[in-house]
């Protein structure tokens, strides 16, 4: 089973009874995705250092999608922490809830700086990114 994260509005994630969606799949055509934590809190530091909306990682197993995922490069480049070459699972549409294995919130630092996950959800932290068994 692989495992993927995604970063989302808490609020998107508690409010809605359907799939998660996000803006990108109407703009781009995929949602984005994260093969894996550290991925991840880079891309937190780069594009929400600054919100204020409470936001929630979900981890989601690949294998109940229903929807293609492509590993694809990040455009222009990767945010800063992230190795150049390093691909992005894209995800070619919404989110199944039935998909949505476990959920985490960000850690932050004293300086505001994202420094991890907290599992929830019943999650356990020692087979995969983050993973309910």
Do not use: C, K, Q
């Not at 996000?22 to 703009?27: C, D, E, F, P």
């Not at 480049?77 to 919404?94: C, E």
């Not at 999650?123 to 993973?131: E, H, I, N, Q, V």
């Amino acid at each position: 089973m692989a495992e993927l994260l995604h970063l989302t509005e808490l609020e998107r994630w508690r409010d809605g009874d359907g799939d998660v969606t996000a803006a990108s799949l109407a703009t781009e055509g995929f949602v984005h995705a994260s093969p894996d934590e550290a991925t991840l809190l880079a891309v937190a530091g780069r594009f929400y250092a600054d919100t204020a909306a409470d936001l929630v990682v979900l981890v989601i197993d690949a294998d109940l999608l229903g929807a293609e995922v492509r590993w694809e490069a990040a455009a222009p480049s990767p945010p800063p922490g992230v190795p150049a070459g390093t691909l992005f699972p894209h995800i070619y549409g919404p989110i199944p809830r039935a998909a949505v294995i476990g959920t985490a919130t960000l850690r932050r630092g004293p300086d505001g700086v994202y420094t991890g996950l907290e599992p929830v959800d019943g999650a356990r932290r020692d087979d995969g990114p983050l993973s309910r068994r």
